[in-house]
């Protein structure tokens, strides 16, 4: 099992220009996570998905979009990337169980995205 | 104040010290997780717990409910632990995390 995949690793955008990030995972998780990581700041929640063709504002949702088709894959989008996104996106999923059993969020990679 | 405070920021060890991170929560949760960081990035969950201890290897996590307080140990410690460990709170739907902002361990020789 590869577990959670994000494409790509690295990008370099400038201010305006659009993308789209792609986390995959294979342990047939419904939940999934995208997160910022910024210098000084823990990680904080973009948008999440409890499951296929739902997804939901978490924290910080300003300025992203996102879609759940599959349940495999959670995309992120930036319609007009901006300076203040720059920032190490990780995208995670878990299972979710019965209700009140505990289960692990397991992360990707990670993207590392700079707006110029 | 953030909801979940983490401390120290930065700490440094001799190889061998035993270390102790604090984690410090102000909401109510329905799990705590301790995850570790590698300078290469890459996140890796430690622990989950919901009360009392639980002990893998040389790592031991502790929390407390009522005092709103976990502390993860390091016994024995060496250089491959260093990296930023990073506390974080469940709470509300959907299993969503709150995360401190981290402890970066340097263990020197």
Known sequence: NAGVTQTPKFRVLKTGQSMTLLCAQDMNHEYMYWYRQDPGMGLRLIHYSVGEGTTAKGEVPDGYNVSRLKKQNFLLG????????????????????????????YFGPGTRLTVT | KNEVEQSPQNLTAQEGEFITINCSYS???????????HPGGGIVSLFMLSSGKKKH??????INIQEKHSSLHITASHPRDSAVYICAVRSGTASKLTFGTGTRLQVTL
């Open chain 1, 78 to 105: 930036l319609e007009s990337a901006a300076p203040s996104q720059t920032s190490v996106y990780f995208c995670a999923s878990s299972y979710s169980g019965r209700l009140g059993s505990l289960y692990e969020q």
């Open chain 2, 27 to 37: 909401v109510g949760i329905s799990a705590l997780h301790w995850l570790q960081q």
């Open chain 2, 57 to 62: 290897g040389r790592l031991i996590a502790t």
